[in-house]
């Protein structure tokens, strides 16, 4: 096939069922490498998809990163490319499997590594259903299962979905020792086939290498796992006393830095402006801003859709560890409000609970790498890492993996030393 035609078969499947088109708009957006942000582009119902496909096909030769979105959007989004409530159901579940190497962080939130090769990437889609498009993008793996029906959900329930096959995926991936991004956001992006991949200098293009069927959603439902039982919530107690859940939310929310919520889930502050608006870095990604935080008043924005946290949206500090740690359940996240950790001076024992008990397991790996950090600067820190070591081991968490959390840890420390 030429690459007009990757590009084109793609496309139709999204917006074509059963020889009609669906009712959505096709987002198509673009990135221009060493700049911030996506440019948006749609495709309404009625456009020609050749003609999209060939115009995809141009911004991609004269430079830039060209995408398309998972999910068809309701209409032309107010502002920007769109966010989770412009979407309009689910067409299609994705995944997005880095390889090591090229422009990928060695860092991700789970605190395993990459696989280290095309093959051992396609080795964690083993006993899934075959994705009707295998994509490979010359750095990694984006497995598309699309659906027969246009399924019209509401958003809480496609979200549900769509974040329950990215933990799929991610189990499986761990399961192997490999980490995988959690492609969980309904407004998910993913390189177009038959464009360029600038991301690398030696420019590959993005190719369908593998075809197969179309699924009904129910068939794909079935395989993602039950959520974990929620204990029962326990009294608040927050930092600050008592009150109501206003004035603690408000308290929380001052005394908790935003280190203290995105650095143990890997992201990197890549740029501090010095009046209280710092830019970060995904997980797994090197370099660029991801999202940008405000301390007045005290909200992120997401940039981007490659991260577990909603994008093109206002985040309280209160949602985003929601997000991160209790699974967007913020009356979950409310009530397990906690004093942020005192790191001025280490305090192992409480690192240790918090690798242990801080969050999801499946980050355990992030949570590891961050408490190491805290005590990269001292003097005794190779006795130091053992109770984090055994922490997250007790968790389920593999020695070898665990290992390579700490070593990361200590090679970027977290604090300034005395």
Known sequence: MSRHDHAVELLTALVCEGGTRRAGVLSTPHRVPGRDGFVPRFACPDADLDAVAARCLRIGDAGADVYAGVQLLRGVPARGRGGAADTSGLVALAGDLDV?????????????????????????????PDPTFTVWTGGGIHPWWVLRRHEHLDVDEARGIVRGWGDLLRDRGRARGWHVDQTGDLARVLRLPGTVNHKYSDRPVVEIIATGPRYGLDELAALIPPPPARTAAGPVVPASGGGDAAEVTAR?????????????????????????????????KTAGTSAQSHDDPPVLWVHTTGSTLPAAEALTKLDVYAHLVHG???????????PPL????????????????????????????????QIAYEADRDVLVVPLIRAAHARGLSLAAA????????????????
């Open 328 to 338: 967007g359940d913020v009356r979950a996240a409310w009530h397990a409000i906690a």
């Open 100 to 128: 090591q190497g090229g422009a990928h962080a060695t860092t991700t939130d789970t605190g395993l590594p990459l696989p280290p090769t095309r093959a051992e990437a396609l080795g964690i889609l083993a006993g899934l």
């Open 342 to 373: 005192d790191m001025s001076v280490p305090d192992v024992d409480r690192l240790a609970r918090f690798v242990a008990d801080g969050g999801p397991v499946d980050r355990l790996g992030g949570r590891l790498v961050w408490a190491a950090r």
């Open 403 to 418: 290992a390579r959390a700490v070593a990361c840890g200590l090679q970027t420390p977290g604090r300034t030393p005395c």
């Open 252 to 284: 929380w929310s001052a005394e908790t830095d935003w280190s203290v919520l995105l650095e143990p889930a890997g992201w990197r502050c890549c740029r501090d402006d010095g009046h209280g608006e710092r830019h970060w870095t995904r997980p797994g």
